[in-house]
């Protein structure tokens, strides 16, 4: 007879920054039904499509299930099973090889979105292993945001959908979509409910755009021409918040005359929204106290990343919106190890100055590498020689703009490990790949490190497949043999102890409480201060000639010249059925969207000859790859918004799974960087589509 179903609490992961606290049913060993845990602090009950068919994840009889050393050529797409063992020595011993010839820092070590624990056993790592460069993604997704958000106003303001607000201004940022950020749809959801007004800043008339008060459609790559629009008729009419201005902010004179020349009219031109509706919203904006601004990864898509974030937080700023309740703001951590602990950022006192990025010069407080920068010095030598990579939770081949320069750069390196759940185009250019437990095979700890002010419980619901660990447990084996074993725990479950024992907390004791969120603290410049070098909000950075910075922010151009070769606008939006590059190959996402696609307006199409469903050609400067037409009003007709993040699990290894035929990265280029993260222009690209022949 078969068993009962038995249900189990732990918190959704890996499908996007996750977070909804989930009841997972198992009956015989296996998983048979996710939902939402009323209880969820984060959720209340909701879920997605994607989270409730996440188990899926683990049964495809395609996933990796042993350990893989490459046999063939690079990325031919042979290979041959070996042991952990072997995995672990040889991986150790080909990246000891290489910090012996070329010194430590010429090994990266790279990271996708953070998706839990492991993210910072990988910091720890590379650490130990005494290299400074961590390759991830972070030139395109939140550290725009969160470290313009430090050198302006101290912290990175995220908005408070917890505590009642008054208008929520969702600007580039698609929640129902996405839920980024631990800002799960269905928060967004209640305070509209509750009577919150809606005003949604997107090129694209999103499902969120349909329940606004205001949508203003604008153009992509025009964000902070807009913001200073705002901006200006805020200070013009007088609306911003006086006593906040005057005693809390530095450089509002400054940033008044500054923002003179951006009248609505002006910046009408430049973002296609009509003046009318910029006065609208800005006036709603700043009347409705408090007002959430919910800004999306989007602003962070092209070069001008560093302004558009700018000319946000002083939006927020001077209508009075910072660190209080429904406003943006500052999400204290729990009390748990802190980060430069976990991660033994002591080991490494030289890390900034040693990076590769130094070279470049990228703003104070950034971290990692810009995966541009990473293929620098991997092709160029620049500023030194990189000759090896181990990677994990990411698929560069896909992710990074100028996907062929990615092929290169792991073509020619000496030699690449990668762990993943599944062979992807990355892995097939691996040496050795590596299996992995995932979501509920294995205890991780979620939204650590990531200035989300909580911390969420994954505890294992099932066992893994025999042979496929943990990366946790991987990263503790290999650092055990590539740096001195001494800073590794005898079992790598001790990390998930060490962070919540400052708590008061075993492991075992947070996974009962679920969910550690840090105090509620709003105001606390009125005693201390904002944590500047003046103490205050900067709308003028003071600290701009130290560090090279634009001291305030500007719309100085397009992210890329107008080019009447490619008359249309190429933008992007992440799928609600997919995490950027992954889980093509779960069936039941597969059915959802067989097909990447590219929304089309039907004017344009009409002009064009296609037809809704037809295979279509989209072409850059840079490249080209096809995709199927959506014809679709939400998009304007000289916009056209493509699918990222496709390859074709179905297809062939040893052509990295048709890689190039429809991947948005194609169409990339790294030629244009902006200087303070190092962000290419992966969305606001001139582009052409014609119908393929
Ligand atoms: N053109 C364009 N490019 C973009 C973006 C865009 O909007 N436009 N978005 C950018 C953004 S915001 C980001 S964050 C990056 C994301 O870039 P990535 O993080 O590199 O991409 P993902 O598809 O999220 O994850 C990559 C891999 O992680 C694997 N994975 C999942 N769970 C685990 C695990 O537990 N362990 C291991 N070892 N592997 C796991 C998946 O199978 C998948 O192969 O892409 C960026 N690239
Ligand atoms: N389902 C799903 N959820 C995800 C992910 C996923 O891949 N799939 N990825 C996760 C990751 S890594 C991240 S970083 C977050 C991102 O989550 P979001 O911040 O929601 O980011 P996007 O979906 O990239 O873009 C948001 C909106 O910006 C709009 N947009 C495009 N171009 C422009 C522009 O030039 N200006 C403005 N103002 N808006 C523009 C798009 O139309 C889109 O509706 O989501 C996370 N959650
Ligand atoms: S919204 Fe995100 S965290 Fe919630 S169920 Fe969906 S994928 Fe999981
Ligand atoms: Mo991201």
Same mark, same amino acid.
């Given at each position: 007879?078969?068993?009962?179903?038995?249900?189990?609490?732990?918190?959704?992961?890996?499908?996007?920054?996750?977070?909804?606290?989930?009841?997972?049913?198992?009956?015989?060993?296996?998983?048979?039904?996710?939902?939402?845990?009323?209880?969820?602090?984060?959720?209340?009950?909701? $879920?997605?499509?994607?989270?409730?068919?996440?188990?899926?994840?683990?049964?495809?009889?395609?996933?990796?299930?042993?350990?893989?050393?490459?046999?063939?050529?690079?990325?031919?797409?042979?290979?041959?099973?070996?042991?952990?063992?072997?995995?672990?020595?040889?991986?150790?011993?080909?990246?000891?090889?290489?910090?012996?010839?070329?010194?430590?820092?010429?090994?990266?070590?790279?990271?996708?979105?953070?998706?839990?624990?492991?993210?910072?056993?990988?910091?720890?790592?590379?650490?130990?292993?005494?290299?400074?460069?961590?390759?991830?993604?972070?030139?395109?997704?939140?550290?725009?945001?969160?470290?313009?958000?430090?050198?302006?106003?101290?912290?990175?303001?995220?908005?408070?959908?917890?505590?009642?607000?008054?208008?929520?201004?969702?600007?580039?940022?698609?929640?129902?979509?996405?839920?980024?950020?631990?800002?799960?749809?269905?928060?967004?959801?209640?305070?509209?409910?509750?009577?919150?007004?809606?005003?949604?800043?997107?090129?694209?008339?999103?499902?969120?755009?349909?329940?606004?008060?205001?949508?203003?459609?604008?153009?992509?790559?025009?964000?902070?021409?807009?913001?200073?629009?705002?901006?200006?008729?805020?200070?013009?009419?007088?609306?911003?918040?006086?006593?906040?201005?005057?005693?809390?902010?530095?450089?509002?004179?400054?940033?008044?005359?500054?923002?003179?020349?951006?009248?609505?009219?002006?910046?009408?031109?430049? $973002?296609?929204?009509?003046?009318?509706?910029?006065?609208?919203?800005?006036?709603?904006?700043?009347?409705?106290?408090?007002?959430?601004?919910?800004?999306?990864?989007?602003?962070?898509?092209?070069?001008?990343?560093?302004?558009?974030?700018?000319?946000?937080?002083?939006?927020?700023?001077?209508?009075?919106?910072?660190?209080?309740?429904?406003?943006?703001?500052?999400?204290?951590?729990?009390?748990?190890?802190?980060?430069?602990?976990?991660?033994?950022?002591?080991?490494?006192?030289?890390?900034?100055?040693?990076?590769?990025?130094?070279?470049?010069?990228?703003?104070?407080?950034?971290?990692?590498?810009?995966?541009?920068?990473?293929?620098?010095?991997?092709?160029?030598?620049?500023?030194?020689?990189?000759?090896?990579?181990?990677?994990?939770?990411?698929?560069?081949?896909?992710?990074?703009?100028?996907?062929?320069?990615?092929?290169?750069?792991?073509?020619?390196?000496?030699?690449?490990?990668?762990?993943?759940?599944?062979? $992807?185009?990355?892995?097939?250019?691996?040496?050795?790949?590596?299996?992995?437990?995932?979501?509920?095979?294995?205890?991780?700890?979620?939204?650590?490190?990531?200035?989300?002010?909580?911390?969420?419980?994954?505890?294992?619901?099932?066992?893994?497949?025999?042979?496929?660990?943990?990366?946790?447990?991987?990263?503790?084996?290999?650092?055990?043999?590539?740096?001195?074993?001494?800073?590794?725990?005898?079992?790598?479950?001790?990390?998930?102890?060490?962070?919540?024992?400052?708590?008061?907390?075993?492991?075992?004791?947070?996974?009962?409480?679920?969910?550690?969120?840090?105090?509620?603290?709003?105001?606390?410049?009125?005693?201390?201060?904002?944590?500047?070098?003046?103490?205050?909000?900067?709308?003028?950075?003071?600290?701009?000639?130290?560090?090279?910075?634009?001291?305030?922010?500007?719309?100085?151009?397009?992210?890329?010249?107008?080019?009447?070769?490619?008359?249309?606008?190429?933008?992007?939006?992440?799928?609600?059925?997919?995490?950027?590059?992954?889980?093509?190959?779960?069936?039941?996402?597969?059915?959802?969207?067989?097909?990447?696609?590219?929304?089309?307006?039907?004017? $344009?199409?009409?002009?064009?000859?296609?037809?809704?469903?037809?295979?279509?050609?989209?072409?850059?400067?840079?490249?080209?790859?096809?995709?199927?037409?959506?014809?679709?009003?939400?998009?304007?007709?000289?916009?056209?918004?493509?699918?990222?993040?496709?390859?074709?699990?179905?297809?062939?290894?040893?052509?990295?799974?048709?890689?190039?035929?429809?991947?948005?990265?194609?169409?990339?280029?790294?030629?244009?960087?902006?200087?303070?993260?190092?962000?290419?222009?992966?969305?606001?690209?001139?582009?052409?589509?014609?119908?393929?022949?």
């Amino acid at each position: 007879m078969a068993e009962e179903v038995r249900w189990f609490k732990t918190h959704c992961a890996r499908m996007d920054h996750g977070g909804c606290s989930l009841l997972v049913g198992v009956r015989d060993r296996e998983i048979v039904q996710i939902k939402g845990d009323p209880d969820g602090y984060l959720n209340r009950g909701y $879920t997605c499509y994607k989270g409730r068919v996440s188990a899926d994840r683990l049964s495809h009889p395609d996933r990796l299930r042993h350990p893989l050393r490459r046999a063939g050529k690079r990325g031919e797409g042979k290979w041959e099973r070996i042991s952990w063992e072997e995995a672990l020595d040889e991986t150790a011993r080909n990246l000891m090889r290489i910090r012996e010839e070329h010194g430590a820092r010429a090994v990266g070590f790279g990271v996708g979105m953070p998706k839990g624990l492991e993210h910072f056993v990988l910091i720890r790592l590379a650490n130990l292993f005494g290299s400074p460069n961590v390759i991830a993604s972070q030139d395109v997704c939140h550290a725009p945001r969160e470290i313009t958000g430090v050198h302006t106003c101290g912290f990175y303001p995220v908005a408070d959908l917890h505590n009642p607000t008054r208008l929520v201004l969702s600007w580039a940022s698609n929640l129902l979509a996405t839920s980024e950020e631990g800002q799960i749809a269905s928060l967004l959801l209640e305070q509209v409910k509750n009577g919150a007004g809606l005003i949604v800043v997107d090129p694209r008339r999103t499902e969120l755009a349909q329940r606004a008060d205001l949508w203003l459609q604008l153009r992509p790559g025009t964000a902070q021409a807009l913001a200073l629009g705002f901006l200006h008729v805020i200070i013009e009419e007088g609306l911003h918040d006086r006593e906040f201005v005057e005693k809390y902010t530095y450089g509002f004179e400054d940033l008044s005359s500054h923002v003179k020349t951006y009248t609505p009219e002006a910046v009408a031109e430049i $973002t296609w929204v009509p003046a009318d509706l910029i006065r609208r919203a800005a006036r709603l904006y700043a009347e409705a106290r408090p007002a959430a601004l919910q800004w999306g990864n989007a602003i962070e898509h092209d070069i001008h990343a560093f302004d558009a974030t700018r000319s946000l937080v002083c939006l927020m700023a001077i209508c009075g919106n910072l660190e209080v309740p429904g406003g943006n703001i500052n999400a204290h951590d729990p009390k748990i190890m802190g980060l430069a602990e976990f991660v033994r950022a002591d080991l490494i006192p030289d890390k900034r100055s040693q990076m590769i990025s130094a070279h470049h010069g990228v703003i104070p407080r950034l971290m990692t590498v810009a995966p541009a920068f990473f293929r620098k010095a991997v092709l160029e030598g620049t500023p030194y020689p990189v000759r090896g990579y181990y990677g994990m939770c990411t698929n560069p081949l896909v992710a990074w703009a100028e996907s062929p320069l990615t092929y290169d750069a792991f073509n020619s390196l000496d030699f690449v490990a990668v762990a993943d759940l599944f062979m $992807t185009p990355t892995a097939a250019m691996a040496d050795i790949v590596l299996p992995v437990a995932h979501q509920y095979e294995m205890n991780d700890i979620g939204h650590y490190g990531i200035g989300h002010g909580m911390i969420l419980a994954r505890p294992k619901i099932v066992d893994p497949p025999p042979e496929c660990w943990p990366d946790m447990k991987i990263m503790n084996e290999l650092g055990k043999r590539v740096s001195s074993s001494e800073y590794w725990p005898e079992d790598h479950e001790a990390f998930l102890d060490d962070l919540v024992r400052p708590a008061g907390l075993t492991y075992a004791q947070f996974v009962e409480k679920g969910c550690l969120k840090g105090p509620d603290r709003f105001r606390s410049y009125i005693e201390k201060g904002f944590r500047t070098p003046t103490g205050k909000v900067e709308l003028k950075l003071s600290t701009a000639a130290k560090f090279k910075l634009k001291p305030l922010p500007d719309f100085v151009a397009l992210p890329e010249d107008e080019d009447a070769d490619f008359p249309l606008t190429l933008t992007s939006a992440k799928s609600r059925y997919y995490l950027l590059s992954s889980y093509r190959w779960v069936a039941k996402l597969r059915e959802k969207r067989p097909h990447p696609l590219v929304e089309i307006h039907p004017e $344009t199409a009409l002009s064009l000859g296609i037809r809704d469903g037809d295979t279509v050609v989209i072409e850059t400067r840079y490249g080209s790859i096809q995709q199927v037409a959506r014809l679709t009003d939400m998009v304007h007709p000289r916009v056209v918004s493509a699918a990222l993040g496709w390859w074709f699990p179905e297809g062939d290894a040893a052509s990295q799974f048709d890689w190039r035929k429809s991947n948005f990265n194609m169409l990339t280029s790294i030629g244009k960087l902006g200087k303070e993260f190092g962000t290419p222009n992966i969305k606001n690209i001139p582009c052409r589509v014609r119908r393929e022949s």
